[in-house]
């Protein structure tokens, strides 16, 4: 079946290390994005990727870095410069170039900072 | 930048109808979604309206008028599985296309 799959579901880091979510879709969509989720709020954007080989900063994006190598493939990374990174991650996609609403998520990537 | 405004909570019971309003401020509006999400899981897309006026589907409806920057969900006949987080999302022009943004969410209470 067609969908975006995300890993790891839970990871755990220690302050000072990097950590890489991975993010796969086969729905062959062109448009791919990362969202930050914190407890009782919205969905705030981090980076997006209209095509491979490029990508853009959201309106969080500090911290963060991202890669479009792939057109299934987009993943973040979360680096110590992130002074707050314990949240839920999600990855989604979408048909580029079509007038729609609709994203399309991973189940999503918990990442707490001991 | 763009900035959405959605209340934080509502409460209702089962059997009820209830109107979860949206308001936003943005340039570059393309249409606006709308998007459940239970505790824990993904968020997933219930509607988008491009154009002014209502759309339904099922239970749920929504509602856009662009010239006041205005949208609604409605949730008719309402049902337990119904409680969860709602969010509408605003579909802009970005830098090489287009993204999403979202409201910080209402949270259903749905009794019986």
């Known amino acids: 079946d067609g969908g975006i799959t995300q890993s790891p579901k839970y990871l755990f880091r220690k302050e000072g290390q990097n950590v890489t979510l991975s993010c796969e879709q086969n729905l062959n969509h062109d448009a791919m994005y990362w969202y930050r989720q914190d407890p009782g709020q919205g969905l705030r954007l981090i980076y997006y990727s209209q095509i491979v080989n490029d990508f853009q900063k959201g309106d969080i994006a500090e911290g963060y870095s991202v890669s479009r190598e792939k057109k299934e493939s987009f993943p973040l990374t979360v680096t110590s410069a992130q002074k707050n990174p314990t949240a839920f991650y999600l990855c989604a996609s979408r048909i580029a170039g079509e007038n729609t609403g609709e994203l399309f998520f991973g189940e999503g990537s918990r990442l707490t900072v001991l | 930048g763009q900035s959405l405004e959605q209340p934080s909570e509502v409460t209702a019971v089962e059997g009820a109808i209830v109107q979860i309003n949206c308001t936003y401020q943005t340039s570059g509006f393309y249409g606006l979604s709308w998007y459940q999400q239970h505790d824990g899981g993904a968020p997933t897309f219930l509607s988008y309206?491009?154009?002014?006026g209502l759309e339904e589907t099922g239970r749920f409806s929504s509602f856009l008028s662009r010239s006041d920057s205005y949208g609604y969900l409605l949730l008719q006949e309402l049902q337990m599985k119904d409680s969860a987080s709602y969010f509408c999302a605003v579909r802009v022009r970005v830098q090489a296309g287009t993204a999403l943004i979202f409201g910080k969410g209402t949270t259903l209470s749905v009794s019986s």
């Open positions: 309206n491009a154009l002014d």
